[in-house]
C-alpha cells in the first residue's frame, strides 16, 4: 500500500491535481498490466515512454499518476484536461525513476523491515521465493514481485512493502558495472545470499571475475553483525572472498559457507557434476527432490541467537520439496539455514520447504501432448542453468523412456557465447536422446552435439517456434509408436506415468514458452502456467539489430507460406525453394531451415558462394546451383555436394575431371533455353541436348538428376508465350523420353507457374517470390491465406522545424514553401532504400503517410511531419510493411520505383541488420 503523504515526503513531489485518492495498491508502469486502484509510473524507457499512455492507464482504473513534470508540461492541453476531470491524483516529480528510488529508501527506513538480498547469477527468484516462502511460517515476510531485480523493478515492488511486514526479501540483479552497489544503496541489506557466480551478462562485463567483483558490492554494503549465505562448492565465489579478505577486515560479517551443495561444471568434457558427492544422496524424481541435511547452523556472534544453534546442533533431517533436479537442493538448503539462523525450527522450516513447488517457467512439469511430461525451463537460460536443466531431464526420464530437449538462443554472453553454447552442446549430447534447437546461436549447440556423438537423426535444427514443436511432435509420435511395437513384440509392460520427457529452454528474448504453448495437453491453460502472458508480454518484441534500421522476417509467415504451396501440387511433387539473393533478401539460412521444415526438399541458389553458408550451417539438404560454375569453382561445388546446372559437353568433362579429382560424384541438372534467352541448350538443338545428356550418363563422377527450364513471362496476364515455352519443353521431354534419357527430377515451374499453370508442375517445383508472401505479378495474385515475410522499418532520429524558404538535403532541390515540421530518418540509399530516378514516396508514421522531402541521403534522409505532431524521435517508421490500419506494401513502392517487388526487397543491403 503506497500512502499519499509518503510518497510525497520521499519524492518531494508537487501535487498538480488532488483528486480524491490518497492511498494507493501499488505501482504499475505498465498500462497494459495496470489494475485499478494502482498508481501509474510514467517512466521514459529505451523504447517506449510512459508518458504517452497516461489516458490509457486513466481507462484502465489508475487512482492515481506519477509523472515527470517537464514531460506533463509538453502534452497537449486536450490531454491535460481530459485528465484533471477525473478524480486522478496527479503528482510532478523531476524524474518519476529517481523518484521510485527515493520512495524505496524512505519507506524501508519508515518501516524498517529486516532486509534479505539475494544475488548470484542464476537461481536468484526460486531462491528469493524459497526464502520467502519458509520465513513466512513465522514471520510476515515481503517478497519483491515476480522478477523485478534492478533500479526500476525494485522500487516498484516496494510499492507493496506494508507496515506490518517484518522481513523483506529482495532479489537483485545485474547487467551492468555498479548496479549491484546502487541497489544496495536503496535498499541497505542486513543479510546477503550469494547463490552462485557463473557467466551471464557479459555482454557488459569483461570476465567472469569482472562480474563477481560486481556481486562482490553486497559484502561491502552488509552492515556490522550482517550475515552473508553462500556455496561454499562454487569456485568463483570462493576467489571472490578470498580476494576480499585480503583487501578488507570482514570479522564484523558472519559468513555463513553451505557445504556439500550442488555445482554445475560447463565444461567441454560431458560431466553431470563437478562435485560428486554433493549430490550423491540426492533423490530426484518426477514429483520433487529430498536429502538428508544436519540442522546446524554457523556459530554467531549474538548470545541469544549462539544458544539456539546450541540447542539444535547434531541432529539431522531430511528435506523434501517439489523443486526438481539436483541442483534445487542449493536453493532448499539457503532457505532452510536461513530459517534456522532466524529462530525457526527445523520441524518447522522443513514442513515449510515442503511447499516449495516449482515456479512457472523454472522447470515447471506440464502434462504434454501423447502423455508426455514437459519441463518448461523457458523464463531465461544461461550455460549453468542450461547444463542444469539436461541434467535433470536425464535423471527424471525411466530407462526405457525418451530425453527430447528443446533449446533456444542463450543471449547476453559477450565474447563467451559461442563457447558457451558449444558447452552446452557437448554436454546434451549424453544426456539427451532427441535434441530440436531454435534460433541461429543454437544452432552452435546443435554442431557441438553432433560433434560429441549425438547422432545427426537424432537432431533437429529450426528457426521458428512452430518447426520445433512440430519437430517435437513428430519425435512423439515415432516414439509412441515405438514403444508400442516393443510391448507388443516383445512383451514388455508398459512403463507406468510418462516415459516421454520433453525440456523446453531459452533465453527470455527467445520466448521459448511459445514452444511449451504448442506442445501442452491443455494449451488454454498457458495463461496461468507460462511465463510472459500477460498482455503486455503477448504484443513485447525483441529487437537486437545493430542499428535503429532493420528489417523484422516472420518466418511463420514463409513456413505457412510453403506449407500453402505444397498444398497446390500433387502429393508427390517434390518442392524446391529459391534461395537466391539470401533468400530474396530475407536471410537465406533461416529461410532454409524454415522451408525444409515445412515441406520444401531441395533449395536452390545463383552461385556456389551462396551454397556455402547452407553447408556450414550443417543444411544438407540438396541444393541446386541454377547459374554458371566456373571451372576454377568446381571443385568447390562438388566439396560442398551441391547440384550443378550444365548446358556444355565441355564443361561437362571439366566437371567429371574435378568429380575425379576429389573421387566424388556430383549431381547435374541438363537446362534447356525454351524461349527465356539466357543460360541453356537452345529447345531446338535436341541433337545436342540428347548428346550433353548421353555425355553426362557415360562420363565418370556424374549422374544426370534432373532437366528444366524457366519461363520468362509465366506471371503475364497475356498466356500466349508461357504455354509456348510449355510446349517446346514438353517436346523436348517427349525426345528425351523416347530415347530413354528421362531423368528422376523434371522441372520447370516458378512462383507464378506454381499458382497459374499446373501443366508445368512435373515432378518439382521452384517457388522463390511466392514463399515470401509477395505477388508475383498483378496478373498472377496470391491466393488467400499467403502473407507476407518482410518488414522494414527505422527510427524517428530527430524532429524540427525548418523556416519557410529554406532548402532540405543536398542541392537543396526542395525549398519549403512554408514552416515545415521534418523528422531525420537514418535510412539512405546505402541501405537499399532507392535515392533516384525516383525514389520511395512516402513512408508511415503513427500510421500516416510522411512525404520524403529533398534527396535520399547516403545514410539519411527527411520526411514531413507536419501533418503528425506526436512525431517525436525514436518513433517506429515503416518503409515497407504495416502500422496500425495502414499499409505500404513492396508492391506498392515497386511501382512507385517503376520495378518489381523482386527487387525492392532483394536490393535492401546487408548493412540493414535482419530480426526475426
Known amino acids: 500500500m503506497i500512502y499519499l503523504d509518503h510518497l510525497l515526503k520521499a519524492t518531494q513531489g508537487t501535487i498538480y491535481h488532488p483528486g480524491k485518492h490518497i492511498q494507493f495498491q501499488a505501482f504499475s508502469h505498465d498500462s497494459r498490466q495496470l ?52 478524480d486522478l491524483t496527479i503528482i510532478l516529480v523531476d524524474d518519476t525513476r529517481l523518484a521510485l528510488q527515493s520512495y524505496a529508501r524512505t519507506i524501508l527506513d519508515l518501516w524498517h523491515p529486516t532486509v534479505i538480498a539475494v544475488t548470484g547469477s542464476v537461481g536468484k527468484t526460486s531462491t528469493k521465493e524459497a526464502l520467502a516462502t519458509v520465513l513466512g511460517k513465522q514471520f510476515t515476510t515481503f517478497r519483491s514481485w515476480q522478477n523485478y531485480n534492478d533500479m526500476l523493478g525494485i ?33 541497505r541489506p542486513h543479510i546477503g545470499v550469494l547463490t552462485n557466480i557463473s557467466p551471464v551478462q557479459l555482454q557488459y562485463f569483461s570476465s567472469v571475475t569482472a562480474l563477481a567483483e560486481e556481486f562482490g558490492a553486497l559484502l561491502t554494503s552488509l552492515p556490522s553483525n550482517g550475515h552473508l549465505f553462500y556455496n561454499q562448492n562454487d569456485s568463483e565465489t570462493q576467489a571472490l572472498l578470498a580476494r576480499y579478505h585480503e583487501m578488507h577486515h570482514y570479522s564484523r560479517i558472519v559468513f555463513h559457507p553451505l557445504a556439500n551443495l550442488p555445482t554445475i561444471s560447463t565444461s567441454t568434457t560431458p560431466s553431470t557434476d563437478e562435485s560428486p558427492s554433493a549430490t550423491a544422496e540426492i533423490t530426484v524424481s518426477q514429483q520433487g527432490t529430498s536429502y538428508r541435511t544436519a540442522t546446524t547452523v554457523a556459530e554467531e556472534s549474538d548470545e541469544q541467537d549462539s544458544a539456539l544453534t546450541q540447542q539444535k546442533t547434531g541432529t539431522e533431517i531430511v528435506l523434501s520439496s517439489q523443486l526438481l533436479g539436483a541442483h534445487s537442493k542449493a536453493t532448499m538448503e539457503i ?9 525457526i525450527y527445523p520441524e518447522r522450516a522443513g514442513q515449510a520447504i515442503t511447499q516449495l513447488h516449482p515456479l512457472p517457467g523454472r522447470l515447471n512439469p506440464l502434462p504434454g501432448i501423447h502423455a508426455s511430461l514437459l519441463l518448461d525451463d523457458t523464463h531465461n537460460a544461461a550455460p549453468v542453468s542450461m547444463i542444469a536443466g539436461l541434467q535433470t531431464l536425464a535423471a527424471l526420464t525411466p530407462r526405457r523412456g525418451c530425453r527430447i530437449a528443446v533449446l533456444g538462443d542463450m543471449l547476453n554472453l559477450g565474447d563467451y557465447a559461442d563457447e558457451a553454447h558449444r558447452a552446452v552442446g557437448q554436454q546434451a549430447a549424453g544426456l539427451v536422446d532427441y535434441l530440436v534447437t531454435r534460433g541461429e546461436r543454437a544452432s552452435l549447440i546443435a554442431e557441438a552435439a553432433l560433434q560429441a556423438g549425438l547422432s545427426s537423426e537424432h537432431l533437429v535444427m529450426t528457426s521458428t517456434h512452430e518447426d520445433a514443436a512440430q519437430a517435437v511432435r513428430r519425435i512423439i509420435e515415432h516414439q509412441e509408436q515405438h514403444q508400442r511395437d516393443e510391448e507388443v513384440l516383445d512383451g514388455i509392460t508398459p512403463e507406468q506415468g510418462p516415459t516421454t520427457l520433453v525440456l523446453i529452454k531459452g533465453s527470455e528474448e527467445a520466448r521459448m514458452e511459445r514452444v511449451t504453448e504448442m506442445l501442452m495437453a491443455r494449451p488454454w491453460e498457458a495463461s496461468e502456467k507460462l511465463v510472459r502472458q500477460a498482455p503486455g508480454w503477448q504484443k513485447t518484441f525483441f529487437m537486437h539489430a545493430e542499428r535503429p534500421t532493420w528489417l523484422e522476417v516472420d518466418l511463420n509467415a514463409i513456413g505457412s507460406n510453403t506449407r500453402h504451396i505444397k498444398s497446390l501440387v500433387a502429393p508427390q511433387t517434390r518442392l524446391l525453394v529459391a534461395l537466391k539473393a539470401d533468400a530474396y533478401g530475407h536471410g537465406a539460412l533461416k529461410v532454409a531451415r524454415t522451408v525444409l521444415q515445412n515441406g520444401a526438399s531441395m533449395l536452390g541458389v545463383a552461385t556456389v558462394t551462396e551454397a556455402i553458408p547452407l553447408r556450414e550451417a550443417n543444411i544438407h539438404a540438396p541444393i541446386l546451383v541454377f547459374g554458371y560454375v566456373p571451372r576454377w569453382q568446381m571443385r568447390e ?39 527465356m534467352g539466357r543460360l541453356g541448350v537452345r529447345f531446338e538443338q535436341l541433337e545436342e541436348i540428347i548428346a550433353l545428356m548421353r555425355t553426362i550418363i557415360a562420363l565418370p ?48 515451374a516458378n512462383s507464378a507457374a506454381v ?105 539519411q534522409c527527411m520526411v514531413d511531419v507536419t501533418h503528425i505532431p506526436a512525431a517525436r524521435m525514436g518513433d517506429e517508421v515503416v518503409l515497407i510493411g504495416r502500422q496500425g490500419e495502414a499499409s505500404l506494401p513492396a508492391e506498392v513502392i515497386a511501382e512507385r520505383l517503376g520495378t518489381s517487388n523482386y527487387e525492392v526487397v532483394s536490393e535492401i543491403l546487408a548493412r540493414v541488420p535482419r530480426v526475426d
Open 35 to 86: 489494475t485499478p486502484g494502482e498508481m501509474f509510473v510514467a517512466v521514459h524507457g529505451e523504447r517506449g515512454n510512459g508518458h504517452d499512455y497516461l489516458l490509457d492507464a486513466q481507462r484502465k482504473g489508475a487512482t492515481g499518476l506519477l509523472v515527470t513534470g517537464r514531460a506533463f508540461q509538453q502534452l497537449s492541453e486536450q490531454a491535460r484536461l481530459a485528465l484533471t476531470r477525473s
Open 155 to 187: 522500487p516498484l515492488s516496494l510499492g507493496r512493502l506494508e507496515a506490518q511486514h517484518e522481513y523483506a526479501v529482495l532479489e537483485l540483479g545485474c547487467d551492468h558495472p555498479g548496479e549491484i552497489a546502487a541497489l544496495c544503496r536503496i535498499v
Open 335 to 343: 532457505a532452510y539455514q536461513i530459517a534456522l539462523s532466524r529462530g
Open 637 to 675: 561445388a562438388i566439396r560442398l555436394g551441391v547440384s550443378v546446372t550444365l548446358y556444355s559437353a565441355d564443361e561437362a568433362h571439366a566437371l567429371s575431371s574435378a568429380a575425379l579429382a576429389l573421387d566424388k560424384t556430383v549431381q547435374v541438372h541438363v537446362k534447356v533455353d525454351t524461349g
Open 701 to 748: 563422377g556424374l549422374a544426370l538428376e534432373g532437366l528444366y527450364t524457366h519461363f520468362a513471362q509465366s506471371d503475364s496476364e497475356d498466356r500466349t508465350h508461357v504455354h509456348l515455352q510449355l510446349a517446346r519443353f514438353q517436346q523436348v521431354l517427349a525426345a528425351v523420353e523416347e530415347q530413354g534419357l528421362r531423368p528422376p527430377i523434371v522441372h520447370a
Open 755 to 859: 499458382l497459374s499453370l499446373p501443366a508445368s508442375h512435373f515432378d518439382m517445383v521452384r517457388p522463390g517470390i511466392a514463399v515470401y508472401g509477395l505477388e508475383p505479378s498483378t496478373a498472377v495474385p496470391l491466393p488467400v491465406g499467403f502473407r507476407p515475410a518482410l518488414s522494414f522499418k527505422t527510427q524517428i532520429s530527430q524532429v524540427k522545424w525548418i523556416p519557410e524558404g529554406e532548402g532540405i538535403s543536398y542541392g537543396s532541390t526542395y525549398i519549403t514553401s512554408q514552416p515545415t515540421r521534418i523528422a531525420v530518418l537514418p535510412v539512405g540509399y546505402a541501405d537499399g532504400f532507392r535515392r533516384a530516378p525516383a525514389n520511395w514516396g512516402s513512408v508511415l508514421i503513427h500510421g500516416q503517410e510522411a512525404p520524403l522531402l529533398g534527396r535520399i541521403c547516403m545514410d
